[in-house]
């Protein structure tokens, strides 16, 4: 595969029209190797599925660890044989022991972070969309693009590899502070396992940076004819956005566990001193363990809004599409993404209010914190109105936009409690921030993710996945996920702690253990309908109905303009012209409640 | 083997039900698939509607089954401030919550589609959106304003009659340092640390180390009504001191000293009598992941009146003594000057 990637005019507004050389010229034909057209493919459309294949398998076994470690926390005294079937000594006699409990959980927050909703969410979309709503035939570099792909799946396999070394993999949380981390002494998940997150990690970074240059660079230079910025669907500004955030984070992200590295390997003192561990004095002196935090939530928090915003972008976009109305406040709801990135990087401290850090310091970040609730709430009044007198399909897509809607109002509001240090010197490291980040990343997030899915299936595969196992999907998902995560809220109010193994021997925590239990069931049930929710998006790859319209859910967007199965290149001929907003749902005088962006403007008519 | 069947057993009722889930799909495009959409739709407006019923029900349910589960009463002066704050914003975001939630699902309901409606198109409305920028501004505004007063207060420097107490974590207990009689607790040095004869360390060369008394067991006294400063740290990786009754907690960092100061309202008798439980016992929880025994960092704390407590540490041990086995019997006979020996002629030192 040629590593020529020649832009031409990237002037878009001069009607130059913008071509990707990968080569060979769209009149000349040959086959590509099934290595270069599937495994090391530069064409976005696999990669995104690359993406989503390799996440979809990561959240299976991040899942399936939560049903694990839930056992543990449901039937504290019960022990189950399975447990030792699939975790063999970490299990022994069907118990978990205190070791693996803590890998499981350090283990699921990772995973779930930043594999799944990661690259697993921002590598799918991003990859999938961006070219085909801006009217490009790839990405800026698809070279970049597929060693993007290739890094995430070289960290997956180290990630992987860390759950099988004998000590154990990392299992001081998914945040790994430092001197926990940094210690063999302290934990056995801070020996090789430990190594091989921090490497692991460190590629996954590479594979963010890579994707996310790629992705603004291919926005801001690559768009057709008529794509102004402010044509552009929402889904790729929030994907824009969420790439501004990686670039500007991620390396920080590093920088952190470039320093761990050292301390664990180098005797550097970064962020350790007087340290007395293992029965000796350790020499280091001088560290701050607070640096550590400090570098890693610099990320951390704009991670937070990396998971969310795709599925802003895309729940803005399917309530749109099936409410059969414009999205409501279009401008404000690209001045709420501007709003929401640039705080984004102000308020990582929120973190750390009980670090005993400068309490000034603290209000700053209060102030801050509560501030980026403002623009949250801006986009859940926008989607609120942009249903009012729409006319609602209740598509499998739909529903899900409008469960993410209702969870991200569940489980924003309960941010604005933890962001309010007074209350998170009580709430911190409760069951309350348990139940908040679940609630918003763990099933919002992930209802996006579902949303984008179900409405994308068709471009990605030419099928439709089964709706009526689509349907089931949602409503159980939704009805179970509340039944988990809100009732821990009060056990967070009461200062049950998060990451215990245990909570028998304590006097103020052990009257939640019916809740628990029931808690544990019901987990059990959600995660057996993720497992439907998989079998339905392999089979349907294979044995879903046919989609037989290019544009099936009547939208407005410059996607459903390729054929129905795009090839390399996207469209056949020329890439089309827009000639407005993508969201013109109205009458086009033809019997359709619809105009694409590629329609001209009809004499008289405005443009928006 | 059986474990093999399970998982059979499992796919084949999964495959059975993607077969008859497409069956369905395929006999409703058969039947034409605008009378399906039209059906299915008004099935899931009705589904969403009963959703949101049972889901403020089940809000409802569940907090009457939880509700006395919570916390009784803020055992520190200082967290009643909490528990009014807390009630505030759970107030504020409620509104919010019960509102939006409505909207959504009765918009839902409302609009679906019957074939017979079509939509209205209205993009933009800057008014409406200064409105609702505004109004939720204002709103966070207040409660960072509450907010920052109770914070400033709480981590405001101790009163000049605090008590101090030193509490540092390790893996996997926690170790009170009470300062004795001189009121002054004296210097650690985390290379003199001995787990056999000096588990924090103590510079004997510090008099005012001498006299310091140290529990093992993690209990640490109080006494009602007299702010107490904790000094807080930790022997090898972040901990937390975690005092949920209080409504508090502040991180233990190995190489930083953070504090953390409070005024015990009630004594731990009172509260076994406010909660019913006879077995009641303030506790201190490890509030920051720091191993494999991270969820069994216990202690306790006992608040008791002024006399219950001198009572107490008339009888404790000053470390020293138990330490070094016997150099403290030396100290008392020489008639020294130095507070540290004429507080231990004070104290009834007994060697146990």
Redesign the interface.
Known sequence: MSMNVVIEGSNVAHGHHVHVDTGHHGHEHHEQHFIWKYIFSQDHKVIAKQFLVTGIIWAIIGALMSVFFRLQLGFPEKTFP?ME?FLGEWAKGGKL???FY?ALVTMHGTILVFFVLTAGLSGTFANLLIPLQIGARDMASPFMNMLSYWFFFTASILMFISLFVETGPA???W?T????SA?KE???GSGIGMDLWLVSMALFVVSSLLGGLNYISTILNMRTKGMAMTRMPLTVWALFFTAVLGVLSFPVLLSGFVLLIFDRSFGTSFY??????G?K?LPH??????LYQHLFWFLGHPEVYIIMLPGMGIASEILSTN????I?????MIISLVGITVLAFLVWAHHMF???MS?FL??IF??LT??I??PS??K???W??T????????SVPM?FA?GF??LF??GG??G??LG????D??L???YFVVAHFHIIMGISAFFGMFAGIYHWFPKMFGRYM????G??HF?IT??GA??IF??MH?EG?????R?????S?????K??DS?NGFISIVVIIVF?TQ??FV??FF?SIW?G?KVTTQNPWGATTLEWTTPIRPGHGNWEGEIPEVHRWP?D???DGNGN?FIPQTVPLKAGEEA? | MS?IIVIAL?VLV??I??Q???A???AA?LRGEEKV?AQ??RM??W??VV?FL??MY??WE??RL??D???PASASIE?K??DT??RV?LI??GI??FA??A???W??FR???TGK??????????K??LI??TI??IA??S??AI??K???A??SPAPANAAVVEVIG??FNWIIRYPGKDGALGKRD??K?N?ANNVL?LDWNDRNNLDDIIAQNGELHLVVNKPVKLI?GS????H?V?L??F?????A???????LWFTPAITSAEMKKVTG?P???Y?I????????????M?GTIIVETQEEYNAWIAKQTAYYVTATGGGAAEEQKEETSAPAAAAQKEQSVTMR
């Open positions: 399975i079937t022991t205190p070791e803590y299992s001081g949380g945040t502070y430092p001197p926990l210690l302290a934990s056995l350790l001193s007087e340290i007395f561990i029965g004095a002196i001088g560290g701050s363990a607070i409410s059969r109305k414009p409501f406040g279009y401008f404000a009980v670090t005993g309490p603290g209000s209060v102030l509560l501030l609730a403002v709430a801006v859940v009044f926008n609120l109105t249903m009012w007198r729409g006319n609602i399909r209740f529903l409008i809607v209702s109002i569940s509001l309960t604005i409690f309010n240090s007074a209350l010197m009580h911190h490291d409760t089964n709706s009526t196992l349907y089931i409503f939704l009805a509340y039944l809100w009732p009060y109010v009461a200062g049950m702690p990451r215990y193994y245990d909570y021997a304590w006097e103020s925590f009257q939640f809740l057996f497992l439907l079998y339905n089979a044995r109905r969201y749902y109205k009458d409640d928006h | 474990g499992i999964f495959v039900i993607y008859i889930a497409k369905s799909e395929y495009v959409n299915v739709n899931m407006g589904l969403l959703f049972l889901g089940g809000v569940c907090h939880l509700i589960k919570m916390l967290g401030g909490y704050m807390f914003t504020v975001t919010v919550f939006t939630q909207i959504l699902f918009f839902a609009y679906q589609s409606r079509s939509s209205f198109y209205y993009a933009h409305n800057n409406l959106e609702w920028t939720p501004a966070m505004a409660l960072v907010g920052l109770h914070w400033f709480v981590t390790k893996q985390f290379r640390i787990d360390g807080i022997r090898d990786v972040i937390d975690g949920p009754h409504r508090l907690k502040m991180d960092v190995p190489g930083i000293v953070t504090t439980n077995d009641f016992v506790e929880s490890c509030d920051q992941m720091c191993g494999k025994g991270h969820y069994s216990r």
